[in-house]
């Protein structure tokens, strides 16, 4: 298996990643909406509504954030970098991803520990914390992934000149 091969590996990971996130948007919807239609109607809300829309908010952000990555979906300001060359460009590009894949580690390596240490569960509901803790890490890592792919294709276009 070749670089390609893996690339599309991991690209493919991150989408179903995503996917399995999005799918968690459907039952948040349909608990904030029996929420909303209890506590209205029969001024009953539904106990916990708040925990489990904080859970299935973290699992949705969690594991879209690599997909994200790979269509370029993140905000980013080209305000200074588009008066630049294309040469300086990939160099700025090259250099902010370094210190993303830094950061990333970090937050890979402390969900990780924080997450296999965890032991406390939430007030109300009592769900455990170290899945979401460790799904910190997870995340993390596939965002990781992808941001080494455009390193590595990044490097690819300075290699290439023709592509600046």
């Not at 914390?129 to 965002?143: A, D, H």
Request: aromatic share 10%; hydrophobic share 50%.
């Amino acid at each position: 298996m070749g670089w390609s091969g893996v690339r599309n590996g991991i690209r493919r990971i991150s989408f179903y990643a995503c996917a399995t996130g999005m799918v968690t948007l459907i039952p948040l919807m349909l608990l904030t909406f029996a929420d909303v239609a209890l506590r209205s109607f029969f001024g009953k809300p539904i106990p916990g509504t708040f925990e489990l829309s904080q859970y299935i908010l973290s699992i949705f952000i969690l594991l879209g954030a690599a997909y994200t990555q790979q269509v370029k979906g993140h905000v980013g300001v080209d305000f200074v970098t588009s008066r630049l060359s294309p040469r300086l460009r990939v160099i700025c590009e090259i250099l902010t991803t370094l210190l993303s894949l830094f950061i990333i580690a970090v937050v890979v390596w402390q969900g990780w520990v924080q997450g296999i240490s965890e032991k406390a569960v939430s007030d109300q509901l009592r769900i455990p914390q170290y899945p979401f803790r460790v799904l910190v890490s997870i995340g993390g890592l596939l965002l990781w992934l992808e941001l080494l792919i455009d390193l590595i294709e990044s490097f690819g276009k300075i290699g290439r000149r023709s592509a600046l």
